[in-house]
């Protein structure tokens, strides 16, 4: 039998003052708002644990992982790397926790030789990128055969990209012919137009351009691109086989999409 506490009667609170209620009504709902963010990350840290659990062992990276990195089961080695140096990692984060061992640029993975990591790790980190797709293939080349790539996806439907159109196929084979250089201003003004607007007053029409391309100039980190967890599916699937791997598991929880692929041996030419 399930007892019923003095403060969840009516009565009780009949006692006190409207401004009393007020401030226990406001307490409640920060409290209660913390609660619900705190589970939200658990949640999702409870999902990425059991992923790990399944297809990370051996030595990879992590790209990206700043203050957050990914869980890794006993006996998997991490090396993590970044564009951006530890002091200013520590900046960005506002936290001395960050976990950084030396450069690595997810664009192009160039640091790191051919067919020497077992797994590589990528969260919320290709949304980033000016050429995602040369991202994913690069970080291939750097796989063993056999060897894992996670790819963690922000679904632009529960983030604040919410409004911006989805990132097309098409773009992206384009962004690989230039590293993303043509099309990176108009990123821009597509986080000034739609993103912007959500937490400050939203620019004039006419105000885009410059808005937008000061925004470039000073590598503001935006959402260069966008993706719903069956949007990205759709790329991957016409990646995979020009690009050489499998997509072995697929879900996605709270704002976010998993994608774990898995590289496949070459053909050999007879």
């Given at each position: 039998?399930?007892?019923?506490?003095?403060?969840?009667?009516?009565?009780?609170?009949?006692?006190?003052?409207h401004?009393?209620?007020?401030?226990?009504a406001?307490?409640?709902?920060?409290?209660?708002?913390?609660?619900?963010?705190?589970?939200?990350?658990?949640?999702?840290?409870?999902?990425?644990?059991?992923?790990?659990?399944?297809?990370v062992?051996?030595?990879?990276?992590?790209?990206?992982?700043?203050n957050?990195?990914?869980?890794?089961?006993?006996?998997?080695?991490?090396?993590?790397?970044?564009?951006?140096?530890?002091?200013?990692?520590?900046?960005?984060f506002?936290?001395?926790?960050?976990?950084?061992?030396?450069?690595?640029?997810?664009?192009?993975?160039?640091?790191?030789?051919?067919?020497?990591?077992?797994?590589?790790?990528?969260?919320?980190?290709?949304?980033?990128?000016?050429?995602?797709?040369?991202?994913?293939?690069?970080g291939?080349?750097?796989l063993?055969?056999?060897?894992?790539?996670?790819?963690?996806?922000?679904?632009?439907?529960?983030?604040?990209?919410?409004?911006?159109?989805?990132?097309?196929?098409?773009?992206?084979?384009?962004?690989?012919?230039?590293?993303?250089?043509?099309?990176?201003?108009?990123?821009?003004?597509?986080?000034?137009?739609?993103?912007?607007?959500?937490?400050?007053?939203?620019?004039?029409?006419?105000?885009?351009?410059?808005a937008?391309?000061?925004?470039?100039?000073?590598?503001?980190?935006?959402?260069?691109?966008?993706?719903?967890?069956?949007?990205?599916?759709?790329?991957?699937?016409?990646?995979?086989?020009?690009?050489?791997?499998?997509?072995?598991?697929?879900?996605?929880?709270?704002?976010?999409a998993?994608?774990?692929?898995?590289k496949?041996?070459?053909?050999?030419?007879?």
């Amino acid at each position: 039998m399930t007892s019923t506490y003095i403060d969840e009667t009516t009565d009780f609170w009949l006692r006190f003052s409207h401004d009393d209620l007020a401030q226990t009504a406001a307490v409640i709902h920060k409290e209660r708002r913390t609660f619900d963010e705190k589970s939200g990350y658990f949640e999702v840290m409870g999902a990425r644990k059991l992923l790990a659990n399944a297809y990370v062992n051996g030595y990879g990276v992590e790209v990206g992982a700043g203050n957050r990195p990914f869980p890794v089961p006993n006996g998997a080695r991490v090396n993590y790397g970044d564009i951006r140096d530890a002091k200013t990692l520590e900046l960005h984060f506002a936290d001395q926790n960050v976990l950084y061992d030396g450069e690595i640029n997810a664009e192009t993975f160039s640091i790191i030789p051919l067919e020497s990591l077992d797994f590589i790790i990528s969260a919320h980190v290709i949304e980033h990128l000016h050429n995602p797709f040369g991202s994913i293939r690069e970080g291939l080349r750097r796989l063993k055969d056999g060897g894992t790539y996670v790819l963690i996806i922000p679904d632009m439907r529960y983030t604040t990209d919410r409004a911006r159109p989805l990132t097309s196929f098409d773009h992206l084979l384009e962004d690989m012919k230039d590293g993303g250089k043509a099309s990176l201003l108009h990123s821009y003004i597509e986080h000034c137009k739609y993103v912007h607007p959500l937490s400050q007053p939203p620019f004039d029409p006419d105000e885009l351009l410059t808005a937008a391309t000061s925004g470039l100039e000073h590598s503001v980190d935006i959402h260069v691109h966008t993706w719903t967890k069956e949007s990205f599916m759709d790329h991957l699937s016409i990646l995979k086989d020009q690009f050489g791997f499998e997509i072995i598991f697929c879900s996605a929880i709270q704002n976010e999409a998993a994608f774990i692929l898995k590289k496949i041996p070459a053909e050999s030419e007879e």
